[in-house]
């Protein structure tokens, strides 16, 4: 197995060169490496490119120590026999042998960070596969996956290292957006294990959204899977997170009331103008929406439902309106391309945008000599933006006559059903509290997975190597009739032999008593087979990561 250059290089070095500084025999060992091994460890990165081509570099292969003594000095000789492995064994990287990966959620959200910020980060959908692969491309990080909406960046990652890990994935947030790290930790939230599962549990369930119980967001959650699919880095333990936060969502929607009233950023969007808007102008204030995608589309629904029957709708296209207008039965839609975006403006009331636009489309000079609107409407012009990158510049509030809301703005709808949000919110959670538990044992039985691989492994090399006793003794003139009824008397033996085994290393995880027999069981087995070295998950984890990098 080559070591590759990315996860071997300085890190190892540096690694060497500290376990030196303890008197240990086994830091003596270490620290009497030749200087080829060093410079075998060290090689730089020359990019996944190079990576993927190289097929010579260090092996991994397994090798005994046992033949060099802690009194003698080391033969240059004998020390090209070392394994990597057992180089590794005996300088300090031996400590994620004993530490166990962990969930790691790097975030910021609506709560911790403004916009300002949030569009910066913000990854778009078709950048996830990508994104992807960089942040499994870093040393400390096996899985990951990125979950960034308009409310939300939020990196999920399982890390060799916590600390290492999180370090990683933040100066990556930060060459890739261009915000000084210091920064980004000032307003970043950081979840590891427990706590990221929760956390996603409640963002699916849209407990953690700007308006409680969002449909969006579990929209976006499935999203995450189905982008994933087949993308090396969406592992297992990210994507069976992933895919039980989506059964959470859709298990608190159906038990609780969470989604009555404004459950999504859009609907929050109308019910804020509606806030804005004296009552009495409702059914006569002019409604202009900009974009009709997604986001859009959930506007005019939304008005609709609070008793809106005309409004315009500016978009690149017209199928998009044309589709809304014949499913809005009984309402007047009116489309008018993107040209006549300024005009139409000056004869709306309230102006929603809603696009993908990654450049403001109003800025300053271009509402200052909008016409004044009626005073029927109080006498401003409402701009609700609910894009993210935004589609309305802030320098837009000080225009005199104009009033600007964004994303963030929509606490204010929030804060308006706050007792009903946590009366909710308290059923949820302990929806939440319950599936957590379910998905942690899920996860502890993994441990059983390498043991169950190993347990066969084993199996089959005595069987195989039996057999060819057996056939040796019975002549090269076999008949390959009987050749295949002795194998299949082997395997038959072997499958039985190991049936009762396997049965007690399996387990669905669904109590604490079948989990903690089970890992009994693991242990047992890894005793009395040898099946377990203090390296083994280490080797593991190497592999993967080369593997990955290969691909």
Known sequence: MAVSSTFSGAKLERLLINSCSSPSASSLRACSLSHQQMKAFSKPNRGRKALAQRTGGVRCEVAQSDAINEGEKMDPSKASALSALEQLKTSAADRYTKERSSIVVIGLSVHTAPVEMREKLAIPEAEWPRAIAELCGLN??????????CNRMEIYVVALSQHRGVKEVTEWMSKTSGIPVSEICEHRFLLYNKDATQ??????AGLDSLVLGEGQILAQVKQVVKVGQGVVGFGRNISGLFKHAITVGKRVRTETNIAAGAVSVSSAAVELALMKLPESSHATARMLVIGAGKMGKLVIKHLVAKGCTKMVVVNRSEEKVAAIHEEMQGVEIIYRPLTDMLACSAEADVVFTST??????????HVKDLPPVSSEVGGLRLFVDISVPRNVGSCVSDVEGACLY????????????????????????AIIAEESKQFEAWRDSLETVPTIKKLRAYAERIRVAELEKCLSKMGEDIPKKTRRAVDDLSRGIVNKLLHGPMQHLRCDGSDDRTLSETLENMHALNRMFGLESDISLFEQKIRAKVEQSQK
Not at 356 to 365: I, R, V
Not at 406 to 425: G, I, P, Q, T
């Open 140 to 149: 400390h990080i096996e899985e990951a996956a990125v979950l960034s909406t």
């Open 356 to 365: 993908a636009s990654e450049t403001p489309l109003f800025l300053k000079e």
């Open 199 to 204: 956390h996603i549990f409640e963002v699916s």
């Open 406 to 429: 964004n994303v963030d703005d929509l606490k204010e709808v929030v804060a308006a059903n706050k007792e009903d949000r946590l009366r909710k919110a308290m059923e949820a959670q």
